[in-house]
């Protein structure tokens, strides 16, 4: 075989079938000519919505219940002088195969802040494409009691694959229920968990075969998806300065994350800092951990990740980049961005590094088309 318009038809086949996103099918498609015409792979195959109707209030909402994919990309310039140029942004998959271009700090798209990101045309032949996470929201309508009007709600869930081929699904959340509640795709229906929880768990994970969800209490929710066994625990030095809650995976270790806010006598005078821990399965706790093991972590409340500093060059290795939500809105996005370092063990605007405010501007003329 002298090249790959070579190879037989149906290993092509095999690889097309593994294509999930426009950036994918492009780089397939400039392969070679041949590649470009493959008859079964005239599109990507979007992910396929997972339905999950909710079920019926008096408004008659409920029904449209489904689960929308986040991915977190990293574009890095085609060329090195003086030295490469990155850009980071989040696409949506919809239901219906749009796809929406997202600030990674805020829930907005490009169709509602056309002063953040309007209609473009990416240059993606010249660039370099990385994938550095994906996550799932429940996009839904509720009837909002004694409004008498219908709100579209977005909210973080956590999924799981039950089978190897994920044709079948178990989502955890707290929806329009009461208390968190699990979807199984083989029963067609929503189950609520005998448990009381918070109105507003603070992250929701599935990690080795198992559900996580913490809330505001710091109390830790374990949800078997098989049987719906449940299971509590508490961190057993637990922080009384926690203001906000994280749960995300890194490698193979389930992580809690906690910004801890120490109140100074104004607003910008009040001390930040977070704590980590890592999950110790066989005795139910969180083990209190120094940094984040040479990552960076990104805390959103729509799509939150870690990476190796070295997938992101000019990073600094153990720090948190996330949205200070204490910080007036009428800020520009990325002037509320902070930047906690444990080396230093202190805060910095995002403003002030300009290796990392590069990543969050909008969109570069590096990354647009000429067409």
Same mark, same amino acid.
């Not at 426009?22 to 015409?37: A, E, G, N, Q």
């Not at 999924?159 to 190897?164: A, I, N, V, Y």
């Given at each position: 075989?002298?090249?790959?318009?070579?190879?037989?038809?149906?290993?092509?086949?095999?690889?097309?079938?593994?294509?999930?996103?426009?950036?994918?099918?492009?780089?397939?498609?400039?392969?070679?000519?041949?590649?470009?015409?493959?008859?079964?792979?005239?599109?990507?195959?979007?992910?396929?919505?997972?339905?999950?109707?909710?079920?019926?209030?008096?408004?008659?909402?409920?029904?449209?219940?489904?689960?929308?994919?986040?991915?977190?990309?990293?574009?890095?310039?085609?060329?090195?002088?003086?030295?490469?140029?990155?850009?980071?942004?989040?696409?949506?998959?919809?239901?219906?195969?749009?796809?929406?271009?997202?600030?990674?700090?805020?829930?907005?798209?490009?169709?509602?802040?056309? +002063?953040?990101?309007?209609?473009?045309?990416?240059?993606?032949?010249?660039?370099?494409?990385?994938?550095?996470?994906?996550?799932?929201?429940?996009?839904?309508?509720?009837?909002?009691?004694?409004?008498?009007?219908?709100?579209?709600?977005?909210?973080?869930?956590?999924?799981?694959?039950?089978?190897?081929?994920?044709?079948?699904?178990?989502?955890?959340?707290?929806?329009?229920?009461?208390?968190?509640?699990?979807?199984?795709?083989?029963?067609?229906?929503?189950?609520?968990?005998?448990?009381?929880?918070?109105?507003?768990?603070?992250?929701?994970?599935?990690?080795?075969?198992?559900?996580?969800?913490?809330?505001?209490?710091?109390?830790?929710?374990?949800?078997?998806?098989?049987?719906?066994?449940?299971?509590?625990?508490?961190?057993?030095?637990?922080?009384?300065?926690?203001?906000?809650?994280?749960?995300?995976?890194?490698?193979?270790?389930?992580?809690?994350?906690?910004?801890?806010?120490?109140?100074?006598?104004?607003?910008?005078?009040?001390?930040?800092?977070?704590?980590?821990?890592?999950?110790?399965?066989?005795?139910?706790?969180?083990?209190?951990?120094?940094?984040?093991?040479?990552?960076?972590?990104?805390?959103?409340?729509?799509?939150?990740?870690?990476?190796?500093?070295?997938?992101?060059?000019?990073?600094?290795?153990?720090?948190?980049?996330?949205?200070?939500?204490?910080?007036?809105?009428?800020?520009?996005?990325?002037?509320?961005?902070?930047?906690?370092? +444990?080396?230093?063990?202190?805060?910095?605007?995002?403003?002030?590094?300009?290796?990392?405010?590069?990543?969050?501007?909008?969109?570069?003329?590096?990354?647009?088309?000429?067409?």
């Amino acid at each position: 075989m002298s090249g790959w318009s070579e190879l037989p038809p149906d290993i092509i086949h095999s690889i097309s079938l593994q294509i999930d996103n426009p950036f994918s099918l492009i780089h397939f498609r400039s392969v070679c000519s041949s590649w470009r015409s493959f008859s079964s792979i005239l599109k990507f195959r979007p992910m396929t919505p997972l339905k999950c109707p909710l079920p019926l209030d008096s408004g008659g909402c409920g029904d449209d219940c489904h689960i929308l994919t986040s991915r977190v990309y990293l574009l890095k310039s085609p060329n090195s002088n003086p030295r490469p140029k990155y850009w980071l942004f989040r696409l949506q998959e919809k239901g219906n195969g749009e796809i929406v271009l997202y600030s990674l700090f805020l829930g907005r798209n490009s169709s509602e802040n056309k +002063f953040l990101y309007p209609s473009l045309s990416l240059n993606l032949l010249d660039c370099q494409i990385f994938v550095l996470a994906h996550e799932h929201v429940a996009y839904f309508s509720e009837w909002i009691e004694g409004l008498d009007f219908v709100m579209d709600l977005v909210v973080p869930i956590g999924s799981m694959g039950l089978d190897g081929k994920n044709n079948e699904f178990a989502i955890l959340g707290k929806l329009s229920f009461e208390s968190l509640a699990m979807y199984r795709s083989a029963d067609e229906c929503w189950t609520e968990l005998q448990i009381k929880t918070d109105p507003y768990p603070q992250g929701i994970v599935s990690y080795k075969g198992k559900f996580y969800a913490i809330d505001r209490t710091g109390r830790t929710i374990v949800v078997e998806p098989t049987t719906l066994e449940v299971n509590t625990f508490r961190r057993s030095r637990p922080s009384d300065k926690t203001m906000r809650r994280w749960l995300l995976k890194l490698a193979d270790k389930l992580l809690l994350v906690e910004m801890c806010r120490e109140r100074g006598y104004g607003l910008y005078e009040d001390k930040i800092w977070f704590e980590i821990s890592k999950l110790d399965e066989k005795r139910n706790n969180w083990d209190q951990a120094e940094d984040v093991d040479d990552h960076v972590l990104f805390l959103d409340y729509y799509c939150s990740f870690a990476c190796l500093a070295t997938e992101i060059p000019g990073f600094r290795a153990n720090s948190i980049v996330f949205l200070d939500m204490w910080r007036t809105s009428d800020l520009p996005t990325h002037e509320r961005i902070s930047v906690f370092e +444990f080396s230093e063990h202190g805060l910095r605007s995002l403003i002030d590094i300009p290796e990392y405010i590069e990543l969050f501007r909008t969109p570069p003329g590096w990354v647009l088309s000429n067409e």
